[in-house]
C-alpha cells in the first residue's frame, strides 16, 4: 500500500467514529487510546487502575501506532500522557514480568 493511501485509509479510520465493524478486540479495554489532530499525535496511555504502568500490550500498540504515523508522514508531533488523575505512569509493570526458574 503506497504511503499515501495508507494516509488515506487511516484518516477515515480516525474521523470514523461511529459505525464500523465490532471485534472480539475492540470488545477489551484499550491500554492505548490514539488520535491525530493535523499533524499532532496524541498518545494517552490508558491504565489508571495500575497508574498507567506499561504493560506488553501497551507497548506493542505503542509500537504499531508510532510505526503507522511514522510511515504516513503527516505527524510532526506526539504528545503522551496517562488516563486518571494519579499518575502519569508508573514504570513498566513489574506484574507482568515472567519469572524464569533457576537454569534458564
Known sequence: MSSSRFCWVWKNKLNNKQGG??????LQQDVLLHEQHGHIGLITFNRPEQRNALSPQLLRQLCKVLADWAACGEIRVVIFTGAGDKAFSAGYDIGAIETV????
Not at 21 to 26: I, Q
Not at 101 to 104: A, D, R
Open 101 to 104: 526458574g533457576p537454569g534458564h
Open 21 to 26: 465493524k465490532v471485534t472480539e478486540n475492540s
